[in-house]
């Protein structure tokens, strides 16, 4: 993967640490209110071994509130700002599904690549977009939308369906030019629990797009609806849902607890005999 002329070497996993400027994300803790609070949580990420930051200025939890263009950028360009002035080298992704913001990210906030929760469904210029701006790109199956993707999903099979979607909005990408993909399977946007523990279990086929596989469990309903507990509890299940999916072939876990994940990549780079 190629960020801005540098190659990040995805060989051994790496770590994308979540952080939410937005005052009603699913999780308090990855919320950041002002700058004092950004920086703190970048240094925090950074110190406990994460590679990526990934910056979201729009809740895509079930029912959250609608939050325009304007306001999303607003609340985007000056934390990507103070991050760049103060870690000039730190790589930044940017959680957006509006190709308009991610220009602006991109050429304004000198982000590094753009993480898109609905792989181009939801705005038919994102590819376009990413082709001129010429960033990695995270491609993530969802299906219908943020606030409605929740609302009874259904599948024939999950597994060949998702394979299928992102199959061909690769294809699509790559006629536009696009190099640099990562692929996400979308746990928990558009699917039941049972869908995405089908999904988990198969993660390894996704390996055939030829495409580094991004993963995001953290905390999720996926972990805490099934143990019948709530975010807050939740850790101890994401470790063990990322410790699956890296030895399925995950290269890159999007989590709230750096840590803990990069102690996981260790602990299974051990056992894969990776030192």
């Known amino acids: 993967m190629v960020c801005r002329g540098r190659l990040i070497d995805l060989s051994r996993p790496r770590v994308m640490g979540i952080v939410n400027v937005t005052p009603d994300s699913f999780f308090a803790a990855s919320r950041v209110g002002d700058h004092t609070a950004l920086l703190k949580r ?24 609608e939050v325009s263009e304007e306001e999303e950028v607003q609340r985007l360009l000056p934390a990507l700002e103070t991050l760049r002035k103060h870690y000039p080298d730190l790589l ?5 599904f509006r190709s308009a913001v991610a220009r602006k990210a991109v ?8 993480n898109d929760v609905s792989g181009g469904s939801l705005d038919t210029n994102m590819f376009d977009t990413i082709a001129a701006l010429k960033v990695p ?4 199956h969802i299906q ?12 024939q099979n999950v597994v060949a ?48 797009l030829a495409y580094p596989l991004l993963v995001g469990f953290s905390r999720k309903s996926m972990i805490y609806k099934l143990l019948d507990l ?30 803990e994940a990069v102690e996981c990549v260790k602990l299974v780079g051990q056992l894969n005999g990776v030192e």
Do not use: C
């Open 161 to 208: 369906e998702v394979s299928l979607w992102l199959a061909q909005r690769v294809d699509a990408l790559r006629k536009k030019g696009v190099a640099d993909i990562l692929i996400d399977p979308g746990f928990g946007f558009g699917k039941t629990i049972s869908h995405n523990y089908q999904l988990l279990n198969h993660l390894n086929e996704l390996s055939l």
């Open 92 to 96: 930044l992704s940017v959680d957006t």
């Open 42 to 65: 970048a240094e925090q990420i950074l110190e406990e071994g994460g590679t990526l930051l990934d910056l979201g200025a729009y809740s895509t939890r079930p029912g959250a509130a």
């Open 137 to 140: 790109y995270v491609l993530m």
């Open 230 to 259: 709530d975010p807050e509890a939740a850790l101890n299940g994401t470790t063990v849902l990322n410790t699956i999916a890296l030895q399925k072939g995950a290269k890159i876990l999007r989590v709230h607890d750096v840590k």
């Open 107 to 114: 050429r304004e906030g000198e982000a590094d690549l753009i």
């Open 144 to 155: 219908g939308s943020p606030r409605t993707m929740q609302t009874a999903p259904t599948y």
